[in-house]
Structure formats: C-alpha cells, structure tokens
C-alpha cells in the first residue's frame, strides 16, 4: 500500500487551474522528486498534501486514510506529515529548542521535558546539540535549515514534504542539507521533494515527476528521466536549465 496517494487532483486559484487531474503514489521508504518549470504546481501540490491547501477535486489518500473527507481534522493529518519550506520560518526570538519543540508542544499538549528530551535527541543526531539554547540568528543558513528539518521530524511524521530546502542557501551549506536528507533517505524516511536543482534530485530521489499542465507527465528514475526524457515537453525543460 501507497503511503501516499493522490487521484485526480484538481487546484484552481479564482479560474486559473494549477492542478488538473493530477495523480501520484509514493510507497514506504520512496523518494520522490517534483521537478517542472516555476508555477507548474510543485509547492501547491506539497500544501493540498498537507492541507494547507483546499483541493477543488480529486481525493489524497495518507497510510490508507482519505485525508480530504471533509470529516477529517486536519492538525491531526498534519501529525503525520513534517513540511519543510524554502526558508526556513524560524521563529527568530525563540531558541532553537523553543523552535523545535512548539510544535509537539502545542499540538501534542505532551510534557514540555518529554518534547525536549526528543528534540535534544534529534538535534544531537544532526551535530547541532551544542546550539540548543542559541538563537536563530547565531546559527548559518544551512544550520537554520538543519533546524527546521529537525522541527519538522519531531512528531516522527510517515511523511516528509520538502519544498526547494536547499535553494536560499550559499552553495557552501547545500552540503550539509542534503547529507541530512540522504540520512533521512538512508533512515527509510518517505519524502516528496520540490526542487528545481536537477543535481540534488539526481543524487536523492528513487523517481522523478515531472509536472506540466498540472500533471505529473512523465516520471521514472532519475537517470532515466534525465537521461533519455521521452515526452517532448520533459525535454524541452531540461534542455533549458541543464
Ligand atoms: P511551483 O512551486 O511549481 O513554482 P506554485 O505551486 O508555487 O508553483 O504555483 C503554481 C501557480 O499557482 C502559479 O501560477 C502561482 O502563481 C499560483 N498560486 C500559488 N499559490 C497561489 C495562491 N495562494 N493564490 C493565487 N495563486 C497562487
Ligand atoms: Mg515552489
């Protein structure tokens, strides 16, 4: 069974339709890498998947579940899924700690040293125990990032939704990122990850999806998508940006 699965989705902004008929599985352990042209549907797709976003039709399946019954509560969904954006929304007057563990603590309601104990725990498997107690803005990009990724595992989501993680980042802390990634990947972790840098989607992802007209057009391993693109749009992308 899927841990993710999507069917027929459709996402329109006030008539301008981004996602048309969309579908996409992603198994236990998988990889996935959204690549297509900016404002092809990559980040919308990421927030109907945590819904963040109202989807107009179409229906997401989580372990099994139909997360988009409108029955469904959605802190409760987003449990089980960790997102991770651009930049990385660090609260800036609050430690990294603090950062890592309102999350668990406002939704979970758990003990506060129980939260803490964990995120001690995460952070110290990332290298970044030593700046528990520090401030956003004492720490680099790539730490920052480092952090909010570690936010986004607290809850020890079934899903991991990383949208373009790596792209506000100097290209000296890239490497940090996604070494953390391929630890994640390594661990076993589900991912779905926007990216518009082909190189990382290369290195990380068991498939690639290619999006355009609000579908996924064409996917398959990265080497083969990258390498011998079949559809005529797929290669027309990659011809521009490679
Ligand atoms: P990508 O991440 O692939 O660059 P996006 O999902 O961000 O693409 O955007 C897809 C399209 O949807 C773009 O045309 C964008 O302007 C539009 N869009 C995204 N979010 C909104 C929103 N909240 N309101 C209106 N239009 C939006
Ligand atoms: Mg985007």
Do not use: W
Not at 161 to 172: F, I, K, M, N, Y
Not at 189 to 212: I, K, N, S, Y
């Amino acid at each position: 069974m899927s841990v993710l699965s999507c069917r027929g989705l459709r996402k329109e902004f006030s008539g301008h339709v981004v996602l048309d008929g969309l579908d996409l599985d992603v198994a236990e352990h998988e990889v996935v890498a959204l690549i297509g042209a900016s404002g092809s549907g990559k980040s919308t797709l990421l927030r109907c998947v945590n819904l963040l976003e109202e989807i107009d039709d179409g229906t997401i399946h989580l372990d099994g579940e139909h997360i988009t019954d409108p029955r469904v509560n959605p802190d409760r969904v987003r449990q089980r899924i960790g997102i991770v954006f651009q930049s990385y929304n660090l609260f800036p007057h609050m430690t990294v700690l603090d950062n890592v563990t309102l999350a668990p603590r406002r939704v979970h309601r758990r003990e506060r040293a129980a939260a803490e104990a964990q995120a001690r725990e995460l952070l110290a498997r990332v290298g970044l125990a030593e700046k528990a107690g520090a401030y956003p803005d004492r720490l680099s990009g790539g730490q920052q990032q480092r952090v909010a990724i570690v936010r986004a595992l607290v809850n020890s989501p079934r899903l991991m939704l990383l949208d373009e993680v790596t792209s506000a980042l100097d290209p000296e802390l890239v490497g940090e990122v996604l070494t953390m990634i391929r630890d994640l990947k390594a661990q076993g972790m589900t991912m779905v990850l926007a990216t518009h840098e082909m190189g990382f989607a290369r290195q990380v992802a068991d498939r690639v999806c290619f999006l355009d007209g609000g579908k996924v057009i064409e996917q398959g391993p990265p080497e083969q998508v990258f390498a011998t693109p079949t559809h005529p749009r797929t290669r027309q992308f990659l011809h521009r940006i490679i």
